[in-house]
C-alpha cells in the first residue's frame, strides 16, 4: 500500500511541475527555426543519454534541411514544413518533431525514432567563417 501511495504522489508532483513549466514555453514559427543548432542535452525515453552528442540541425529559409538525426546518424538533407508546433521532415521514413521554444537561445523537439521517445534541447551552433 506504501509504494501505491509513493506512486501517485510521484505522478501527482510530476503532473505540477510540468504544469507550472507549460506557461513558459511557445509554439514558434519558421522565422525561429532557421539557423544551426547543436545539441545541448538529449533524452530517450524520459532518459537522460549521452550518445547524441553529434546530433545537429540546420533549417534553411528555403524550406530545406540537413540534419544527422536519424536512425543511422549520417547527414540526410531534405525538405521541411512547419505547422501548428510541428516539423515534418520529407525523409524516408518521414519523420515528425514537435517543437517549441523554451528560452530565448533554446529549441526544445520532441520526436519518435526507432521505438523510442526523444526530447532535445538545441541551442545555437556556432558558424564557422
Known amino acids: 500500500m506504501k509504494n501505491y501511495l509513493i506512486v501517485f504522489l510521484a505522478i501527482i508532483g510530476t503532473t505540477l511541475i510540468m504544469n507550472s513549466c507549460k506557461s513558459d514555453l511557445k509554439t514558434i514559427e519558421i522565422k525561429e ?3 544551426d543548432w547543436k545539441l545541448k542535452e538529449a533524452f530517450r525515453d524520459g532518459k537522460k543519454t549521452g550518445t547524441l552528442e553529434s ?3 540546420n533549417f534553411k529559409k528555403d524550406g530545406t ?3 544527422n538525426f536519424n536512425a543511422s546518424m549520417k ?3 531534405s525538405t521541411y ?3 501548428e508546433g510541428t516539423i515534418e521532415v520529407k525523409s524516408t521514413p518521414p519523420l515528425k518533431i514537435n517543437v517549441e521554444r523554451t528560452l530565448e537561445n ?3 523537439l520532441k520526436t519518435g525514432l526507432a521505438n523510442a521517445k526523444f526530447k532535445l534541447i ?3 551552433a556556432e558558424v564557422e567563417e
Open 33 to 35: 527555426v532557421v539557423g
Open 55 to 57: 546530433v545537429y540541425f
Open 65 to 67: 534541411i540537413s540534419t
Open 75 to 77: 547527414e540526410i538533407e
Open 81 to 83: 514544413t512547419l505547422s
Open 106 to 108: 533554446e529549441l526544445m
Open 122 to 124: 538545441l541551442e545555437p
